[in-house]
């Protein structure tokens, strides 16, 4: 898997969307963007992946560079619920090999 | 979202006793995992599980865990003999095999007195 740097800790308004950065300038052809979350000690939530379009779906956005180095998911109008570690993961899609989560990004919404 | 059932929710044990704990993947679903994870720590694999044997373990899967899928359904993962450093939120996970779209269960706590 190709490593990935994402901020420590974010912060944004309820209702605000809310753009969480990942870099993954090692990433390989053949390796998808995945986003996971997790609420709290709840366990991981998957919420989309992409290789190079950008992606939507009902939960949030992904877009990635025309590079692929990097990736913002972007979760459109942020509620208080989704406050959560967001994980950025860049890994191959088939295989079904494991996760390998990193320290993620705590995201804060604020009233 | 298909959903991953753990029990028990919460399990307290006295150290070197043995611990099960249980996991119903959704139904279809082919591969399982085991996850962990200590109090503020990162989420750690221990075990993939596929066609009723290890596909991949960490070197955390020690000779203490094993897992076994006794009756086509349930997925479990067996601590024999249990440490203090074992306490942990421990998740299941699953996959249908189309992408790498794992599912997990809400976890399982253990806490080792």
């Known amino acids: 898997d190709a490593k990935t740097t994402q901020p420590p800790s974010m912060d944004c308004a309820e209702g605000r969307a809310a753009n969480l950065p990942c870099n993954h300038s090692t990433i390989s052809g053949n390796e998808y963007v995945y986003w996971y979350r997790q609420i709290h000690s709840q366990g991981p939530q998957y919420i989309i992946h992409?290789?190079?379009n950008n992606e939507t779906n009902e939960m949030a956005s992904l877009i990635i560079t025309e590079d692929r180095k990097s990736s913002t998911l972007i979760l459109p109008h942020a509620t208080l619920r989704d406050t959560a570690v967001y994980y950025c993961?860049?890994?191959?899609?088939?295989?079904?090999?494991?996760?390998?989560f990193g320290t993620g990004t705590k995201l804060q919404v604020i009233p | 979202e298909p959903e991953v059932t753990q029990t028990p929710s919460h399990q307290v044990t006295q150290m070197g006793q043995e611990v099960i704990l249980r996991c119903v993947p959704i139904s279809n679903h082919l591969y399982f995992y085991w996850y962990r994870q200590i109090l503020g720590q990162k989420v750690e694999f221990l075990v993939s599980?596929?066609?009723?044997?290890?596909?991949?373990k960490s070197e955390i899967f020690d000779d203490q865990f094993s897992v076994e899928r006794p009756d086509g359904s349930n997925f479990t993962l067996k601590i024999r003999s249990t440490k203090l450093e074992d306490s942990a939120m421990y998740f299941c996970a699953t996959i249908a095999g189309e992408g790498n779209i794992q599912y997990f269960g809400a976890g399982t706590r253990l806490s080792v007195l």
């Open positions: 993961i860049a890994t191959r899609s088939g295989g079904y090999q494991k996760v390998t």
């Open positions: 599980f596929y066609n009723n044997e290890i596909s991949e």
């Open positions: 992409g290789l190079k």
